[in-house]
């Protein structure tokens, strides 16, 4: 038998015809459902992304309500008029050690406490520190995305851990409203998700009401900040009117150290202009760090012995070397096993700004640092012995003799002739003979270069501090001496 045609021929081009437009149909659906799931995914990390600087401002607005109140706020128009109207106290606590007078007087002997001082910097309003002249707080409570008209939910509540209640806060907003006008099974699966890198749940939140916790979903910089917390990061920054220094430590190792020298000697103000600059355009300077440390290196300072010290006589110490104003904040370091004082002047606009970028950090005046270092290379040498550590325009010159602190001053120099007179005049007034004490150089300075070799003219016992006698050395030299030995 032949083959049987089962269509007529004039209905096979039809045939055909419909067949392809099947095929058509089905592959746009296909590619359509992938497509339109790439949009989806496209559209909600721009959405998320949005929402989350909004989270973000609403955490620090909270944060800094709890900083300054106790508590967290949970009406949206009174944490507004919060950030409107009240001011940080900014305070600094150190911990320090001084004479006990009465048990000194009872032995008859030195007799020392341990105390906590708490500085008072100033004052600094909230709306400033957090938003500048930025009115975004005033709307930071609508969802800037998917569905209008929406709020935000914000929460307070308290958490027991140990048998105290601790305020916790919460603000969300459901994916269904950042979503809202997109495909419905697509946002379903959304607030499905589980995973490590995707926003888990059914909704995108700050905070939580369940545990203390004031991270958010989704916020990248959150878990940059905890890994270097597990890390350890460190930054430490000297301050002066001549430049600034960054040293950044990670386990105890050296990651990064930027110096940076003005051409002419600033203001305070320039300086912080400065800072801000470094800040805003160095990366490594951009995280957050487990500890901050200011070195305030400045010449508004003085050596008070513990004896005579008074902690509400600041400005009278103060006061006959160095031109202070009644609005001028003093403070004071401790110099451990040498009953000293260190009473100084800080740059007070680099610790606001210090604190409203990491909150709480330590700082020390560049004296403190330097004397304390020396002292403790020099335990236990009898020697007479002077150290010597050189600035851009400064010098610190310390002399020790029978292992005591015998004499420190700070020397301004600007030429070799100035600096081995300051030298050469301050041995001969402590009736030390060239010829026999010990003169040990450190920081900005080198073998072989004018300074060293005029120093070496008239000094017959001279060398350059040995850089395993710093806390860290980078290239085997001093520079740096009192970033480097700062930690």
Not at 16 to 43: C, H, P, R
Not at 121 to 133: E, H, N, P, R
Not at 318 to 333: G, Q, V
Request: net charge negative; with cysteine.
């Amino acid at each position: 038998m032949g083959n049987r045609q089962l269509y007529p021929k004039k209905f096979k081009t039809p045939i055909l015809i419909s067949l392809w437009a099947i095929i058509i149909f089905l592959g746009y659906i296909t590619f359509m459902s992938v497509y339109g799931e790439i949009q989806f995914n496209q559209l909600k990390e721009k959405r998320y992304k949005i929402a989350i600087e909004n989270l973000k401002d609403i955490r620090d607005a909270q944060l800094a309500h709890k900083t300054v109140t106790g508590v967290f706020q949970n009406n949206w128009d009174s944490l507004v008029n919060f950030i409107e109207n009240e001011k940080f106290t900014i305070t600094q606590r150190r911990d320090s050690t001084i004479i006990d007078e009465v048990l000194t007087r009872r032995y008859g002997v030195d007799t020392t406490k341990d105390i906590v001082i708490i500085d008072t910097l100033g004052y600094v309003a909230v709306k400033d520190s957090l938003f500048g002249a930025d009115p975004r707080y005033k709307t930071m409570m609508n969802v800037p995305v998917g569905k209008q008209g929406e709020q935000f939910k914000l929460q307070t509540g308290v958490v027991n851990q140990n048998n105290i209640n601790i305020p916790v806060f919460e603000a969300s907003v459901e994916k269904d409203i950042l979503l809202f006008g997109q495909d419905q099974n697509l946002i379903k699966k959304e607030k499905e998700v589980v995973s490590v890198e995707g926003v888990n749940g059914p909704t995108l939140k700050v905070g939580s009401l369940e545990e203390v916790n004031t991270n958010g979903t989704g916020q990248k910089t959150i878990q940059k900040i905890n890994k270097n917390l597990e890390k350890g990061v460190s930054l430490s920054i000297q301050v002066s009117l001549n430049g600034l220094s960054f040293l950044i430590l990670e386990n105890n190792s050296i990651r990064d150290l930027i110096n940076y020298s003005f051409e002419k000697t600033h203001t305070p103000k320039q300086v912080l202009d400065q800072l801000i600059h470094f800040f805003n355009t160095n990366e490594g300077l951009k995280e957050s760090f487990s500890k901050t440390t200011v070195i305030h290196d400045n010449e508004m300072m003085t050596l008070v012995p513990a004896a005579v010290f008074e902690e509400e006589h600041l400005s009278d110490y103060l006061k006959y070397n160095t031109k202070i104003f009644k609005t001028d904040f003093i403070t004071y370091d401790v110099i451990k096993n040498e009953d000293l004082m260190v009473v100084y002047i800080p740059f007070v606009n680099i610790n606001n700004y210090i604190f409203e970028r990491f909150g709480s950090f330590e700082y020390k005046h560049s004296t403190t640092i330097a004397l304390d270092h020396i002292l403790q290379i020099q335990k236990n040498n009898n020697n007479e012995s002077m150290y010597v550590h050189v600035g851009m325009n400064y010098f610190d010159l310390v002399v020790t003799q029978q292992n005591e602190l015998k004499l420190y001053n700070r020397f301004e120099y600007q030429t070799k002739e100035d600096f081995i007179y300051y030298i050469l005049f301050t041995a001969e007034q402590l009736g030390l003979n060239p010829e026999q004490f010990e003169c040990t150089f450190m920081g900005n300075i080198k073998k072989n270069d004018p300074f060293f070799d005029m120093a070496y003219k008239y000094i017959r016992n001279i060398s350059l501090l040995s850089s395993n006698k710093m806390r860290f050395s980078i290239d085997d030299t001093t520079n740096n001496f009192t970033l480097l030995n700062s930690f």
